[in-house]
């Protein structure tokens, strides 16, 4: 199967601060999504992004497929954007991969 | 437009014992998905239904199994439930095979 790794797991930051948080893939895709998982486990859709670059609010996107990784950027943080932010991935259509996940603490 | 939803919210099952949980898709969608969310840990694919035929399936044991029904919603059974079962399942829709999927609120699942 498709290893998917995350980094970094665990992240502390001040509320106002930007962060970027890294997928990286060990083989090609064609569906690469984005979640932020809340506290009641509710898995909730950023992007959508096999390839380029999206820009929702405060947070983007960028997937550069060729090189097998994608990341999302958070800008601004607040204290809602707290909770665990889940990579996955697939081929084929027919199976997919998620990351372990990068939890995420914003502090007031 | 309705959501995907997913019943019950919370299960308690003994050893042994068998469970069925339950999927709506998203209207307008065909396919479904499932996967087991062990505590601290990203979510497992446990197997794809699309238009009623099974499309892929992660590694987990035959005692999984699924069906999903002509209007698209779908059931995840476990026979034979051993403690390592204790879970969040979810559940998520999507247009087709390789489009955005669409995640349902999950089953939270204990065995005793």
């Known amino acids: 199967g498709i290893q998917v790794e995350q980094s970094p797991p665990d992240l502390i930051l001040q509320e106002g601060a930007n962060s970027t948080l890294r997928c990286n893939f060990s083989d090609s895709v064609n569906n690469l999504q984005w979640f932020h998982q809340n506290p009641w486990g509710q898995l909730i859709n950023l992007f959508y992004i096999p390839s380029g670059t999206k820009q929702n609010g405060r947070l983007s996107a960028t997937t550069v497929a060729t090189e097998r990784y994608s990341l999302l950027y958070i800008s601004s943080s607040q204290t809602t954007d707290s909770g665990v932010y889940f990579c996955a991935v697939g081929k084929n259509g027919n199976q997919f991969y998620f990351g372990t996940g990068t939890s995420l603490t914003v502090i007031p | 437009e309705t959501g995907v939803t997913q019943s019950p919210t919370h299960l308690i099952k003994t050893r042994g014992q068998q469970v069925t949980l339950r999927c709506s898709s998203q209207s307008g969608h065909n396919t479904v998905s499932w996967y087991q969310q062990a505590l601290g840990q990203g979510p497992q694919f446990i197997f794809q239904?699309?238009?009623?035929?099974?499309?892929g399936r992660g590694n987990f044991p035959p005692r999984f199994s699924g069906l999903q029904f002509p209007n698209y919603s779908s059931e995840l059974n476990v026979n034979a439930l051993e403690l390592d079962d204790s879970a969040l399942y979810l559940c998520?829709?999507?247009?087709?095979?390789?489009?955005?999927?669409?995640f349902g609120p999950g089953t939270r699942l204990t065995v005793l």
């Open positions: 239904y699309y238009r009623e035929e099974e499309n």
């Open positions: 998520a829709s999507s247009p087709d095979r390789a489009n955005e999927q669409f």
